[in-house]
């Protein structure tokens, strides 16, 4: 394999854009991140501001992979969804090669994962990237792997394969919540974290009396015990994370979760985890970039 060969991984979201120069073997040569999220793209400039944040990486570059949300209807070229179960092959059979624009030949986007769990059908777009990054990473084919975020995924993987994913909105459930519901005006959404009250609002939803009736609390342990807006935006943010857990883990016996993500969040979820019982380990958030670079090895570009 030719050591001058490189690949430009991109993990272009919602709200950001970022990317890394990668050398054949992986090694992270240069990184670097732009304000530059879908949202902020008109129609028919994607191209443009692809150019203007990697042309130079491009020019010496054999490949360029992109992960996320580029691939949906409202990004550059939008990726049709791989079916579960799927592997690192079957990504590689659906990627988007030459979105409009691109430099031709050397441009693909991933196109994402769909599956059907309770008759509804779930998405994920850049996720999948990182439960194959992880794989990669660790050496794993097997296990339960816990995404945490604004729509976080619970992948199941069996032989390197992801079989089957749901989605939960916690994330975006607690900016509702703590920024523009009623329990705004007793919460601090964006308080330092109170390890205590997270607690307490983790173990209120173990018990399984229902979000619906337990968030109120939120609001009355204000009014009437004196809870601060901060201890309570933590009390939310357990409470919403012991919900998803304790929901999630009533489909699950499958040992130990890899939490892959930002330590601060990747942390709450392995607390909740441990008050739940259940050990878990942390992968740091490079998963992206080992699993872009996998699926280019199975190009044969790179």
Request: net charge negative; with cysteine.
């Amino acid at each position: 394999m030719s050591t001058g060969k490189t690949l430009v991984a991109v993990d272009w979201g919602t709200s950001s854009l970022r990317g890394a120069r990668l050398s054949a073997t992986g090694q992270i040569l240069e990184e670097q991140s732009f304000g530059r999220g879908i949202l902020s793209v008109p129609q028919g400039e994607f191209a443009a501001v692809f150019q203007a944040c990697f042309a130079p990486w491009m020019d010496a570059a054999s490949v360029c992979l992109i992960s996320g949300m580029a691939g949906s209807r409202q990004g550059w070229a939008e990726a049709a969804y791989c079916p579960c179960p799927a592997g690192f092959g079957d990504l590689v059979e659906h990627l988007l090669w030459n979105p409009p624009g691109a430099p031709a030949d050397r441009v693909a986007i991933v196109p994402g994962m769909r599956c059907t769990q309770d008759d509804v059908p779930d998405v994920m777009r850049g996720e999948e990237v990182q439960i194959f990054g992880a794989l990669r990473l660790t050496g794993l084919q097997d296990g339960i792997f816990v995404l945490p975020g604004t729509h976080s995924k619970w992948a199941r993987v069996q032989n390197g394969r992801i079989e089957a994913f749901r989605t939960f909105m916690t994330g975006e459930f607690y900016a509702l919540f703590g920024r523009q519901s009623l329990l705004s005006k007793t919460v601090d959404a964006d308080a330092p974290f109170d390890g205590a009250a997270f607690d307490e609002g983790a173990a209120r939803a173990f018990e399984g009396r229902g979000l619906l009736h337990t968030a109120f609390g939120a609001r009355t342990l204000g009014l009437l015990e004196g809870r601060t807006p901060a201890e309570l935006g933590s009390y939310l943010s357990g409470l919403l994370i012991g919900e998803e857990l304790r929901q999630a883990l009533a489909d699950s016996d499958a040992g130990e979760p890899a939490l892959i993500g930002a330590p601060q969040l990747t942390g709450h979820y392995a607390r909740a985890l441990a008050l739940r019982g259940r050990t878990s380990r942390s992968l740091h958030d490079q998963a992206t970039w080992a699993g872009l670079h996998a699926l280019a090895q199975q190009t044969k570009l790179l």
